[in-house]
């Protein structure tokens, strides 16, 4: 009983937060998407690309249901990280499309077999697995680039949240700037605070 109920929970969870990562996406054009936002290249569609073919080899090649289709490789040794970003020839429904795809498939995987259903992870330290293990392992991997997708959005528009419903309400400018600016003050008087007690 609580085995059906923690499967259900932990792949409920996965659903919501693969919703919220393509949610980053809307309303940005293909520059947006595709741009890297951090110094290490970090960008939206990147991260959509990089949790579709990860997600592929969990509930996949894990419990021997490889993904029927081909995927980009993530280990091309002449094109390190080739799966964190987007080349010009490839579209963002290509990626978005089959980031669904491995959703179907993921998720007949999950419906398949028993939360304690035995898988082998080669790559991973102790290989073998558990069903359980690699729903929270790839719950845990999508929520954490759900909350990079969160800041880059940010960076773009000032959009935040996991959906509309939810999404920070929108201020101007001027409300964000003395937010900022009070908020760099009171890191400013803490270091300072610190200096004097120290």
């Not at 569609?45 to 995927?71: M, N, Q, T």
């Not at 499309?97 to 939360?115: C, P």
């Not at 940010?154 to 101007?172: F, I, K, V, W």
């Amino acid at each position: 009983m609580i085995d059906d109920f923690a499967k259900e929970y932990l792949h409920s969870d996965l659903r919501e937060i693969r919703e919220t990562m393509l949610s980053k996406l809307d309303g940005l054009g293909e520059y947006d998407v595709r741009r890297p936002l951090t110094s290490t290249g970090t960008n939206l569609l990147g991260l959509v690309k990089h949790l579709a073919i990860w997600e592929s080899r969990y509930f996949g090649e894990v419990f021997d249901r490889p993904f029927p289709e081909p995927l980009p490789r993530w280990d091309d040794a002449g094109e390190p990280g080739a799966d964190m970003w987007a080349t010009e020839h490839e579209t963002r429904e290509e990626i978005t499309d089959r980031y669904r795809l491995v959703w179907e498939h993921s998720d007949a995987t999950i419906t398949a077999l028993a939360i304690d259903s035995p898988g082998y992870v080669p790559w991973w330290p102790r290989p073998n697995v558990k069903l359980f293990n690699i729903l929270v392992h790839m719950l845990t991997e999508t929520c954490r680039h759900a909350g990079h997708a969160d800041i880059l959005r940010e960076q773009l528009d000032g959009s935040t949240g996991t959906t509309a419903q939810y999404a920070t309400p929108r201020h101007d400018s001027a409300f964000w700037e003395a937010q900022r600016a009070k908020i760099e003050r009171a890191a400013k008087a803490a270091v300072t605070v610190g200096v004097t007690r120290g």
